[in-house]
């Protein structure tokens, strides 16, 4: 993955973002500012190619904030909805968040696995659906744990 640095001013935030996680915290976004004021961006931030944030809202608000004009991004090629917000979801679960947050991501996290179960239990081959290279590890793991049981 090449990094590459983008204008804070040609970035868009993703509204996928604002609705699953509200907006950030002022404080936090202030203290990461200060942070990358001394140490820098130290994680590119996940861009489509039409300049809409996949990863790194925080990170984008803080470096406006520290008056950063560029920040390191990687691009993120052929994203659907679907996988933005399953990339969010995944790239933001190790961080503490509130019950609603949690489940803002298990309601996203169904709407990429339900369709790809259901085509399943159809017979059908779900790898072309959104997600599915994602998910498919962990119903590999599942299955092979159900068999050996």
Known sequence: M????????????????????????????????????ERGIRQPLVVTPEGVVVSGHRRLAAA????????????????????MALEMTLDNAPRKRPFTQLMAHALMLRKVVQPILKARQ???DPSGLPGYELVAPVIKALEEKNNKQ
């Open 64 to 83: 406006k904030l520290a008056g950063l004009a560029e920040v390191p991004c990687i691009l993120q090629d052929n994203v659907d909805d679907a996988r």
């Open 122 to 124: 159809r017979h059908e």
């Open 2 to 37: 090449e990094i590459f640095y983008m204008s804070v001013d040609e970035l868009r935030e993703n509204p996928l973002n604002v609705e699953m996680y509200g907006e950030p915290d002022e404080e936090e976004v202030a203290l990461l500012a200060l942070d990358i004021t």
